[in-house]
């Protein structure tokens, strides 16, 4: 075993969707026993726990909180909802804040009832980026904008590219709004190898001072056709389908990205089986398949 692999494998981080069968502690628990050092966890769970106990167990348990999932939603139109959504987002940044990660993923909703305007939807999101990002900063937390497949664009996220969400995120500081890259959404579009190298020049284009990357998180899952659960809960374990893993992890590696990897997998067929044994087998395919 190469030098690389032990600190690529030091990386890997279980997010708390691939293995929904898990409480918070059992969560805990596995993936300190199993030796990672990250988990991503998501608002739901984690309120329905507490925000303040879910800190502690995890930190007594000896691991990171890598991100948590998910804010956004910006797209509304009427005052009222769009007045709520902003208000939930700070609510996010806070329980982000509260749980020690720096990462809080955001999806950006998709079009209103009725409306076919994508650029200006998208422009919502901007002005909601402008009114968080200082909130945000404030309490240690990076805006981390996902792009989505576009068969989610009508109604969960009218970012469907790298480059669109790119485009949002470099019109503030690299230190307050990045990316995030998940190879289930990206792995199709045929520029995202220049938009990686994109993200990484952005994020030196700050200065020295700056993260090196305006990636903000990476995300794991594979692309197995015909999508066994639809497109919400279709996701495929590491190694299953189409997606080449490897190429994608040297890739957001070269962009100056060294922070953890998430394997995301909502997949029910996973989350039917025990759940110690899904995480050996997430750490089995990332061994063979990522790194």
Do not use: K
């Not at 167990?57 to 890598?66: E, F, H, Q, Y």
């Not at 669109?164 to 709004?177: G, H, M, T, Y």
């Amino acid at each position: 075993m190469t030098d690389t692999v032990p600190l690529l494998l030091s990386r890997l981080s279980l997010n708390q969707e691939t293995v929904r069968q898990w409480s918070l502690p059992e969560l805990a628990d596995g993936c300190a026993r199993a030796g990672l050092r990250g988990v991503g966890l998501w608002r739901a769970p984690v309120r329905a726990y507490g925000v303040a106990a879910a800190a502690r167990l995890v930190r007594d348990a000896g691991l990171a909180v890598t991100s948590l999932c998910r804010g956004g939603f910006f797209t509304a139109v009427d005052p009222g909802e769009r007045r709520a959504a902003l208000a939930d987002n700070r609510a996010a940044i806070d329980e982000a804040a509260a749980l020690g990660t720096a990462t809080l993923v955001l999806v950006s909703g998709g079009l209103p009832p009725g409306s076919r305007d994508l650029p200006g939807a998208r422009e919502r999101v901007a002005d909601a980026l402008a009114e968080l990002a200082p909130y945000a900063a404030e309490r240690g937390v990076r805006l981390a904008l996902e792009p989505l497949h576009p068969m989610y664009a009508a109604d969960r996220c009218v970012v469907s590219t790298l480059a669109q969400a790119l485009d949002l995120a470099e019109r503030f500081p690299a230190d307050r709004v990045g990316v995030v890259v998940d190879t289930y959404h990206l792995w199709w579009d045929d520029t995202v190898g220049s938009q990686l190298a994109r993200a990484g020049a952005a994020g030196t284009a700050t200065g020295a001072a700056g993260p090196p990357s305006r990636i903000a998180a990476f995300q794991l899952a594979d692309w197995v056709t015909p999508l066994p659960e639809g497109v919400l809960l279709g996701r495929g374990q590491l190694g299953d389908g189409a997606v080449d893993l490897r190429w994608f992890r040297e890739r957001v590696d070269a962009a100056g990205y060294r922070g953890p990897v998430e394997v995301e997998i909502f997949n029910p067929s996973l989350w039917s089986r025990d759940g110690a044994e899904v995480l050996t087998e997430v750490i089995a395919r990332f061994a063979q398949h990522v790194v």
